[in-house]
C-alpha cells in the first residue's frame, strides 16, 4: 500500500495459500468468551479431528493456537543435531530449528527430517519412505484438498508428529487453531511447551463444528479443483509455465517474476516471488468478485 497506495479493503491477496470462501461462522455461544476452555471441549475437538483424518487409534491429537506455535517448538522435543528440510519450502520450519541451534541442510543422513505434504510451493507430494529420521515432522498444512494423499497413518510410529493447520482449506487463518498429531509421549511433550488453555473457546467451538461438516469439505474440494483450474487458463494463456502447486495456491514459471508482481500489484492484487528465484511466480485464489480484475491485470 505504501509503494502502490490504495487501502487494506482495495487489494486482494494472492500471496497466501488461504481458501478464499471460508467456513461460516455463527452460533457461538456467550460462555465461548467468557469462560476459560474447559477439558470437554478439548475433548469434543480433538474427537472431532479423529474421525475426520482418520487418526490412528494410538495417536495423541493436541489442539494448538496454530501450527506456527508447534513449528516453533517441535526442535525442543529432541537433543540438537542435523535437521534435513529439502528446499525449496517455506521458511518456519528452517527457521525454528537453527533458532534452537540444529543444523539445517538440503540432504544427507540427519538426526531430524521435514517433510511439507503437500509441499509448498510446488506441490511436491512425498512418500511413507521419506519419512526416515527420528524425528519427522509431517506438516500436512495443505493437504486437505487430497485428503487420499494423507500420511496421518505414521503419527502412531515413533518420533512422528503430523502437523495440521485450520487457516488453509478451512479459510480461516485468523482464527489461529492447529493441531500436532503423534504418540503420546512426544504430544505430551508439546502440550508442556505450549501451555495450559492454548486454544480460545471460540476456536474450540468452530473447529468441532466445523470439522463435522463433511459435507461443506466436499464441496469445498471441487469448488477448490475448479478455481485452481481456472487460474491455471488464465496465466498459462498470457505465456507463463505451470510448476506445480495445489487446488489452493499454483505456483508458476515466468520471464520475470518481479515484473509479474509489480504489474498485478499495480492493479492492487498482491502476489508471491522467491529470493531464490527470478522466475517463480505463486498465486492464490481469488474471491468471487476478484477473477474480472485479476483477468484485467494480467
Not at 455463527?26 to 476452555?37: A, V
Not at 473447529?207 to 471441487?222: I, P, V
Request: net charge neutral; hydrophobic share 45%.
Amino acid at each position: 500500500m505504501a509503494q502502490f497506495g490504495g487501502t487494506r479493503a482495495d487489494w486482494i491477496d494472492l500471496s497466501t495459500g488461504i481458501n478464499p470462501h471460508p467456513y461460516p461462522v455463527s452460533d457461538l455461544w456467550p460462555t465461548d468468551w467468557t469462560s476459560l476452555p474447559d477439558h470437554g471441549a478439548f475433548e469434543q475437538l480433538a474427537d472431532a479431528a479423529r474421525s475426520f483424518w482418520n487418526v490412528p487409534d494410538r495417536a495423541e491429537i493436541l489442539p494448538t493456537p496454530g501450527a506456527s506455535v508447534v513449528i516453533a517448538r517441535i526442535p525442543a522435543l529432541a537433543k540438537t543435531g542435523r535437521v534435513q528440510i529439502t528446499m525449496p519450502t517455506y521458511n518456519e520450519h528452517a527457521a525454528a530449528f537453527a533458532a534452537q541451534g540444529w543444523t539445517v541442510q538440503d540432504t544427507g543422513p540427519a538426526e531430524a527430517r521435514v517433510i511439507v505434504h503437500p509441499n509448498n510451493p510446488d506441490g511436491r507430494i512425498w512418500q511413507e519412505a521419506d519419512a526416515n529420521a527420528p524425528l519427522t515432522v509431517i506438516d500436512q498444512s495443505f493437504c486437505d484438498i487430497a485428503p487420499g494423499q494423507s500420511l496421518i497413518h505414521l503419527a502412531e510410529r515413533p518420533g512422528v508428529v503430523v502437523l495440521k493447520s485450520f487457516g488453509k482449506f478451512w479459510g480461516l487463518a485468523g482464527l489461529r487453531l492447529g493441531f500436532a498429531i503423534g504418540q503420546a509421549d512426544l504430544i505430551a511433550r508439546l502440550n508442556d511447551l505450549t501451555g495450559p488453555w492454548a486454544v480460545s473457546g471460540p476456536a474450540l467451538r468452530i473447529g468441532e463444528r466445523a470439522l463435522r461438516d463433511t459435507e461443506w469439505a466436499s464441496k469445498t474440494r471441487a469448488r477448490l479443483a475448479e478455481d485452481a483450474a481456472r487460474l491455471d487458463q488464465l496465466v498459462l494463456a498470457r505465456g507463463a509455465r505451470l510448476v506445480g502447486g495445489t487446488s489452493l495456491f499454483r505456483l508458476y514459471d515466468v520471464d520475470d517474476a518481479p515484473a509479474w508482481q509489480t504489474r498485478l500489484a499495480r492493479a492492487h492484487i498482491w502476489s508471491r516471488i522467491f529470493p531464490y528465484s527470478k522466475t517463480f511466480l505463486r498465486l492464490g485464489l481469488p474471491p468471487a468478485d476478484g477473477w474480472a480484475r485479476l483477468e484485467a491485470a494480467l
